[in-house]
């Protein structure tokens, strides 16, 4: 079964951590994406972009409208994500309590399924 764990930020929570606290949840990312690649269970995954560099596209009779930043006025923003593949959703459930940002407070890992896929090899 394929999961996406979306890792939410909140920049006033990540703010209020010590530089050591940041670092050590970067070096946890590194650590965790080795242990799903060596595991096999690593499919994708990607650090998206502050959402001061989004763009939102609406199409209102035909004619598109672009404008800038995210979607939501909201204080967490999607920062990235990994797409696994694992046995079920008790494993993508495990996988996600490894990812740093699990256990800061404030942050939070959320497991969707993946429901169907479409233009890339999986």
């Known amino acids: 079964m394929k999961f996406l764990l979306l ?4 920049p006033a929570v990540l703010n209020a951590l010590t530089d050591d606290q940041r670092t050590a949840i970067m070096n946890g990312h590194g ?15 990607q650090a998206l972009a ?11 009779d035909g004619v598109p409208a672009v404008t800038d930043g995210p979607y939501l006025e909201a204080k967490e923003f999607l920062g990235g994500y990994y797409l696994v593949e694992c046995a079920d959703r008790d494993r993508a459930l495990e996988l996600a309590a490894m990812i740093p940002d699990a256990a800061v407070d404030g942050l939070g890992v959320e497991v969707r399924p993946v429901m169907f896929s479409s233009g890339m090899e999986m």
């Open 7 to 10: 890792l939410h930020n909140n």
């Open 50 to 60: 502050d959402p001061a560099n989004s763009a939102v596209v609406r199409v209102r």
């Open 31 to 45: 650590d965790f994406i080795k242990t799903i690649q060596e595991s096999g269970e690593l499919i994708v995954t």
